[in-house]
């Protein structure tokens, strides 16, 4: 897996191997697809990565019913004719809209992999003995898994939104908080956001 250097948006390349069996048969095309599910239960959480998970998994004592694997989206691919083996690439956008589950955990974590199961499935196309076009489904069972390294995530992101994060807010919310920027005469959203806090945790700190 690597990183689309010059993409204008975030885009992760996995690359996959595939090969057919008899090997000097020769496949005319090939239709593949892929979810990608994150295998959250086969890594483990440090007590920092718990409390950022939170607001996805709950409090750890309840981690036995909701940590199980999410589905982070679905990609495809096609391969023109090959005998033997080939490789694809499977692309896979990425966003760092922090509303969107795969973007909170990937950024709630603070390093090591993210265990990755991908469920195949598509078309297979190949010449029959008498040279007719035949098709065959790709099958259920084929599967592989693969640990991203978080690390190529994370760099994706600080190059693409350097020291930045997004947050969307209610329509209601931000009109609120637009006129209080107005009112106050605060030149961005940064200072909007720093002159709201202390009086949070004041509040929080008096309770």
């Known amino acids: ?13 996995f690359k996959v191997e595939i090969r057919n069996s008899p090997a000097a048969e020769t496949i005319q095309a ?6 990608i599910q994150i295998q959250s239960p086969q ?12 607001d996805i998994f709950g409090t750890p004592d309840r981690w036995g019913q909701t940590l199980r694997n999410r589905v982070w989206t679905q990609a495809h691919t096609t391969t023109g ?12 956008p990425c966003t760092f809209d922090l509303n969107v589950l795969a ?31 035949q098709m065959q489904r790709i099958s259920w069972d084929k599967e592989c898994v693969y ?8 760099e994706l992101m600080h190059r693409l939104y350097p020291n930045s994060a997004w947050l969307t807010l209610r329509r209601d919310v931000f009109d609120r908080l637009c006129s209080y920027k107005r009112a106050g005469g ?7 956001i720093e002159r709201l806090l202390p009086a949070l945790e004041m509040s929080e700190a008096a309770t």
């Open 1 to 13: 897996m690597e990183p689309v250097q010059h993409g204008l948006t975030p885009l992760l390349h």
């Open 30 to 35: 090939l239709i593949l697809q892929a979810q």
């Open 43 to 54: 890594r483990t959480y440090d007590a920092g990565e718990k409390e950022r998970l939170l």
């Open 81 to 92: 004719a090959f005998a033997g083996s080939t490789e694809a690439i499977l692309s896979v």
């Open 103 to 133: 973007t909170k955990f990937f950024h709630a974590l603070g390093g090591g992999d993210v265990p990755l199961l991908f469920l195949f499935s598509g078309s297979i196309f190949y010449a029959a003995e008498a040279g007719r076009l």
């Open 147 to 154: 640990r991203m390294p978080l690390s190529v995530w994370q």
């Open 186 to 192: 605060l030149a961005t959203w940064e200072e909007t």
